[in-house]
């Protein structure tokens, strides 16, 4: 494919699918947004972290080509005040995997969020958000060891969807008579409405998605967040729609709670994953009080949004957060958090999420060496407590250190193991 303003670099290859598979060459073309804000500080330094890391494992017999990709303010003064231009969205689709920064939403209408927009247009249903401890880092659990839960959280659907209808429009109007006249429901006048649709279609992927991922890392249980209890025919079908495709595709490989006392008389059978559910404002507590018992979560777009966030609290926040949103194959790594404009080209913020992305992004690829050089070093940085100001005012006699200054102390340690 002819791009206008991208260029693939001619000496890598691009990652294919085969089967249902990623088939990844030794020299992979892999694209990266670099981001609005601090994404130039960010991005920077994790590619230098990613390469050293790469190079370390594989001695040169593997190496990343990375192509960059534009979206956001960057993309806008390139292609004419376009955020969002199609020939990215054809080279994600064309190199299947790449990586991003924060992004900003342009101010004026056109997009809620490039975010959401991103993933709406290429139908990433998938945000994939791992949480764990590092060793060093500032939390406010007692035990935070105990957190280690990769959250599935179905990205398309739900109130993000963005069917409203703003009070006093013609459309609201036009909404609340068919609801009161023909529905027989009540609520009170001028009230903005909003549709929160929840698909069989939708959750039976994500759910799939969420055990399969269980299965291939040898993770314990995935449990179903849901409030069904209330919005039964909503979140209430996403839990029994869950329950049905894993016992309907995955029934050598699962068992559900309730066979489990049934059963087994709650004695977990061996080589078995744990399919359960529980209630959305329950689990915040859990999380707290039992985060150990959790494993992998999967529910849906705001649940996930609430419980991914509150889940990096404890173990550091956002700043180190990692995500990605992914459909079958095509997946799109990204920082976590915001663009936060007041530190733009100050060398100064952690550039975590968005490495920790990447370390998520090597491991999709097959790279597992490489991104276990970085989760090993990670936890030395800490120990020496040179860190970015956000984790040294929260640390004793800890050395702050610039973004650039961060990545190096890094990069030492890579080299070293």
Not at 141 to 162: A, C, H, M, Q
Not at 195 to 202: E, T
Not at 263 to 282: E, Q, W, Y
Request: glycine residues 8%; aromatic residues 10%; negative net charge.
């Amino acid at each position: 494919m002819t791009y206008k303003h991208i260029e693939i670099p001619e000496n890598g290859a691009r990652i294919s699918i085969n089967g249902n598979a990623l088939s990844v060459p030794d020299n992979p073309i892999l694209g990266y947004i670099e981001g609005d804000g601090i994404g130039s500080d960010i991005t920077s330094a994790s590619l230098r972290i990613w390469d050293a890391a790469v190079e370390k494992a594989y001695q040169g017999k593997r190496k990343v080509h990375w192509c960059e990709l534009y979206m956001g303010e960057k993309a806008a003064g390139i292609y004419g005040g376009d955020f969002f231009p199609a020939e990215t969205l054809d080279a994600i689709r064309e190199l299947t995997v790449s990586i991003k920064g924060p992004l900003t939403t342009p101010v004026g209408g056109g997009f809620r969020s490039l975010n959401v927009s991103l993933r709406q247009e290429m139908d990433l249903y998938a945000c994939v958000r791992p949480v764990k401890y590092y060793t060093g880092v500032p939390s406010p659990l007692k035990k935070p060891e105990e957190v280690d839960v990769v959250i599935f959280r179905e990205n398309t659907e739900d109130v993000y969807s963005g069917i409203e209808f703003e009070s006093g429009t013609n459309a609201n109007a036009k909404l609340a008579r068919f609801l009161r006249d023909e529905m027989g429901v009540d609520f009170f006048e001028d009230a903005g409405l909003a549709i929160k649709p929840i698909s069989p279609h939708g959750t039976r992927r994500l759910v799939r998605k969420a055990i399969q991922y269980a299965i291939d890392n040898h993770r314990k249980s995935v449990t179903l967040v849901h409030k069904g209890n209330i919005m039964k025919y909503t979140e209430g079908a996403f839990m029994r729609w869950g329950y049905e495709i894993a016992k309907e595709e995955f029934r050598d490989q699962v068992i559900t709670e309730q066979e489990l006392w049934d059963d087994h008389d709650g004695a977990m059978p061996d080589g078995k994953i744990l399919v359960n559910d529980r209630i959305a404002d329950i689990m915040f507590q859990l999380l707290q009080l039992r985060p150990g018992e959790f494993d992998v979560l999967a529910t849906m777009n705001l649940n996930g949004d609430y419980l991914s966030d509150a889940l990096a609290a404890e173990v550091g926040g956002i700043g180190i957060a990692p995500g990605a949103n992914m459909a079958d194959h095509i997946a799109v790594f990204e920082a976590t958090h915001g663009t936060a404009p007041k530190y733009a080209n100050q060398d100064k913020v952690n550039p975590s999420s968005l490495m920790f992305s990447g370390v998520m992004m090597l491991e999709y690829i097959g790279w597992t060496e490489a991104a276990d050089l970085i989760n090993r070093a990670f936890p030395q940085v800490m120990d020496d407590r040179t860190v970015t100001y956000d984790f040294a005012r929260l640390m004793e006699n800890a050395t702050t250190l610039s973004t650039s200054q961060f990545a190096d102390a890094l990069i030492d340690k890579i080299n070293r193991l």
